[in-house]
T-cell receptor
Framework: GAGVSQSPSNKVTEKGKDVELRCDPI?????LYWYRQSLGQGLEFLIY????????KSGLPSDRFSAERTGGSVSTLTIQRTQQEDSAVYLC?????????FGPGTRLTVL | QQPVQSPQAVILREGEDAVINCSSS?????VHWYRQKHGEAPVFLMI?????EQKGHEKISASFNEKKQQSSLYLTASQLSYSGTYFC????????????FGAGTRLAVHP
């Protein structure tokens, strides 16, 4: 079956612009996570969605970051007024049981 | 809150063994291990739920010492395919909802 998909795979933007990153989780997975991975670093938790519950936003680094999940499926991570330090790979994962299935990520470069 | 992984990097010859450690300053409900090959998404290896529990995946096993808040990943008779970065993810909440990942241990296996 299809895995987690993310789009775009690469995004280059100018400082100050807004970007939207998309995640399509595996069908039927109710839990969805966003992580950020800077070059050579670990996975930094950003936000977590579970069903219809309020999302856990405790990992969002600033109010420029927001995410939504529509219809319990597709999720969009929005970064407003991008800064150079936002450059990273943004990974999405959906969960079945104890296992998180990661998408291929979106590599964001802010010039 | 981020767990500490050690060593940061390991270089092995095929067939050699290695141990990767993960320790937390907080009480843990579970420890999750993932492997990420270069340019790919992280892939789930195993979860450890109870103190002293051990699990296995191929020739990779792990232990979890709940009292010491530590987990160790054991790679036996390493293969070239084991190369990658290994991350431990710790669950502090008890609901497997949010994992805090360590910075990773880079493993390179050479012929």
């Amino acid at each position: 079956g299809a895995g987690v998909s993310q789009s775009p795979s690469n995004k280059v933007t100018e400082k100050g612009k807004d970007v939207e990153l998309r995640c399509d989780p595996i069908s039927g997975h109710t839990a969805l996570y966003w992580y950020r991975q800077s070059l050579g670093q670990g996975l930094e938790f950003l936000i977590y969605f579970q069903g219809n519950s309020a999302p856990d936003k405790s990992g969002l680094p600033s109010d420029r970051f927001s995410a939504e999940r529509t219809g319990g499926s597709v999720s969009t991570l929005t970064i407003q007024r991008t800064q150079q330090e936002d450059s990273a790979v943004y990974l999405c994962a959906s969960k079945r049981g104890n296992e998180q299935f990661f998408g291929p990520g979106t590599r964001l470069t802010v010039l | 809150q981020q767990p500490v992984q050690s060593p940061q990097a390991v270089i092995l010859r095929e067939g050699e063994d290695a141990v990767i450690n993960c320790s937390s300053s907080k009480a843990l409900y579970s420890v999750h291990w993932y492997r990420q090959k270069h340019g790919e998404a992280p892939v789930f290896l195993m979860i450890l739920l109870k103190g002293g529990e051990q699990k296995g995946h191929e020739k990779i096993s792990a232990s979890f010492n709940e009292k010491k808040q530590q987990s160790s990943l054991y790679l036996t008779a390493s293969q070239l395919s084991y190369s990658g970065t290994y991350f431990c993810g710790t669950d502090l909440s008890g609901g497997y909802n949010k994992l805090i990942f360590g910075a990773g241990t880079r493993l390179a296996v050479h012929p």
